[in-house]
């Protein structure tokens, strides 16, 4: 990985769903829905069995606002 990569990764904020939704002023089934289909890019942090546990990155987020205006 060169040190730009880096950079990049270590300055992304992660945000949880309930924040993202409410940021966007959706539920956290539509913050799923756009995870799922590629509108939010979300890193899930879930360990073994357990369900998916997303943390979607603030510059996804804040690409999806700009898209929207």
């Known amino acids: 990985m060169e040190q730009c990569e880096i950079e990049n990764t270590l300055s992304t904020t992660l945000l949880t769903v309930s924040t993202v939704a409410n940021i966007l ?7 799923y829905r ?4 590629g509108k939010l890019e979300a890193v899930d942090i ?6 998916p546990g997303y943390r979607v990155k603030s510059s996804s987020v804040n ?5 929207m205006h």
Do not use: F, P, T
Request: net charge neutral.
């Open 25 to 31: 002023h959706v539920s956290k089934v539509q913050v």
């Open 46 to 51: 879930g360990a073994g069995n357990q369900r």
């Open 63 to 67: 690409a999806l606002l700009g898209d």
């Open 34 to 37: 756009l995870i799922e289909c």
